[in-house]
């Protein structure tokens, strides 16, 4: 019994001085520790604070409206009599009126303007100049941009260049904080950046994240900037920054299967687009060098087989005859290893290097033929400039000043006329006013007013100088090789 008293007395001594340890091991840390530890944790992870205090103020909103036209509902509720007549017999149905050509009224048809879109940019200069993505603003009728505080201010477009998706706007204001320009060659894989923008129109919304990858070709004419940085619809356009508060980069597509962000974001890199912004702030459009070439990749197995050291390089598939290519003597089965002597290692080097050679200069240029390396020089043509390709706006100096339609307008270049094969017509190189609202923009082509067919900047201005400025004048405009009839209510 004593042996038993004596062991339950040690056990529970034993139990207390357990309870006391485990006690003592999850007592509270103290808060000098807790201040530590934060303190470790925060010197650890990037503070992102003073860079959006520095650069949010350079971010811009965008928004775009675009005119279409609406047709009235046909029934007791619409507003257009012969609705339901031209329902069953056709448009043509009614009776021209007197001025008019059969078939080209449409008092069911109105035009509106509706939002078309949400995107971001950025300031880059004090007086007003803005980058963004030429897709934000491709289409559109109408451009607002709207400041950090709240102002908001109609844009125009200075130019665009579909080529790299960029686009310069100008806004009519001064005083303005554009954001640092960076250096996007100097990115490594790693490094923290950050994106600002409007993602599905939430203005100044902050987003951060890493480079994953640089020069990342897409088949795009610009390698891009990969990052993991949250970008969604409304991004477009805005900026992607370094932590020392410059733009690298403006952040431009993302690759989805859902339509929104899935943990790859690419960007322009700022290098190319300040090339570009150059150019459209000087000419209003972008200048490429072209040598008349198409080209291919070089695989392992072809360069073994016609003994390239290593699979680099451009194939010339084919030679435009006639072309700086032909001239300076590149054959098809050629691969382009140097351009001006800058080394091609994939094929898409290749049109980067030769666009941004200006055109008439002469150039070396190091193929592999043969087995072996031949030197060629090559006097490098001019790309034709796409907008114009397209009919887009031209500003030249034998445009006449605007009329009672709201228009300027200028001959027709002779390239246009051989692609859409028609004659007559002028084009329409500004557009205010009341043609602005019937939706005719710059790069139009004026075809008929009423049942005159246009021939000349002369005559237009002739006819037009005699319109009823008391009713609508019926205009048919082309625009690529789509033609339509507008109405148009002359300024009185």
Do not use: C
Request: aromatic fraction near 6%.
């Amino acid at each position: 019994m004593q042996f038993n008293q004596l062991a339950n007395h040690r056990i529970t001594r034993m139990l207390a001085g357990a309870t006391a340890a485990a006690l003592f091991a999850f007592a509270p840390v103290s808060n000098t520790a807790v201040a530590q530890t934060g303190a470790a944790l925060q010197a650890a992870m990037p503070d992102f604070t003073q860079v959006v205090e520095a650069t949010e103020m350079s971010v811009v909103n965008i928004r775009t409206t675009e005119t279409v036209r609406v047709r009235h509902p046909m029934g007791p509720g619409g507003n257009d009599p012969y609705e339901m007549f031209r329902w069953f017999f056709g448009p043509d149905f009614f009776p021209p009126v007197p001025g008019q050509r059969r078939g080209e009224r449409e008092p069911s048809e109105q035009e509106r303007t509706v939002p078309r879109g949400v995107g971001s940019g950025f300031i880059i200069s004090e007086d007003g100049y803005i980058l963004t993505n030429n897709h934000v603003v491709a289409g559109s009728s109408d451009i607002f941009v709207t400041l950090n505080d709240g102002k908001e201010h109609r844009a125009k477009i200075v130019g665009t260049d579909a080529r790299t998706d960029l686009a310069l706007l100008k806004i009519d204001a001064r005083g303005l904080k554009p954001l640092p320009i960076g250096r996007s060659s100097t990115l490594r894989k790693g490094q923290w950046v950050l994106a600002i923008g409007s993602p599905f129109g939430l203005e100044s919304t902050v987003t951060a994240g890493i480079v994953s990858a640089i020069n990342r070709e897409t088949g795009e004419y610009l390698p891009f900037i990969q990052t993991d940085v949250a970008v969604n619809p409304g991004n477009s356009g805005g900026p992607l920054i370094d932590l020392s508060g410059r733009a690298v980069g403006v952040n431009s597509q993302i690759v989805s299967r859902s339509g929104g962000f899935m943990g790859i974001s690419l960007a322009i890199p700022i290098d190319e687009a300040m090339q570009v912004v150059e150019q459209l702030k000087a000419h209003g459009k972008v200048t490429r060098g072209r040598i008349g070439v198409q080209i291919g990749t070089v695989s392992e197995d072809v360069a073994k087989a016609i003994g390239l050291p290593k699979a680099l390089g451009a194939m010339v598939s084919n030679v435009e005859r006639g072309g700086p290519a032909d001239a300076a003597g590149v054959r098809s089965g050629d691969v382009i290893t140097r351009f001006n002597g800058r080394e091609i290692n994939h094929m898409s080097d290749l049109p980067r290097i030769v666009g941004e050679t200006k055109p008439g200069t002469r150039a070396a240029m190091e193929v592999w033929r043969k087995g072996r390396s031949v030197t060629l020089n090559v006097r490098v043509g001019e790309m034709p400039n796409t907008d114009e390709q397209e009919g887009g706006p031209r500003h030249t100096p034998q445009a006449a000043p605007a009329d009672a339609l709201g228009l300027t307008v200028t001959e027709v270049p002779a390239a246009l006329r051989e692609k859409y094969q028609f004659e007559g017509g002028v084009q329409v190189t500004e557009a205010e006013g009341p043609a602005a609202e019937a939706g005719l923009s710059g790069g139009d082509i004026v075809l008929t007013i009423n049942d005159t067919d246009i021939s000349s900047p002369a005559q237009y201005a002739s006819v037009v100088g005699k319109l009823d400025r008391s009713r609508p004048a019926a205009v048919l405009v082309m625009r690529g090789d789509q033609s339509q009839w507008v109405t148009i209510t002359p300024r009185k």
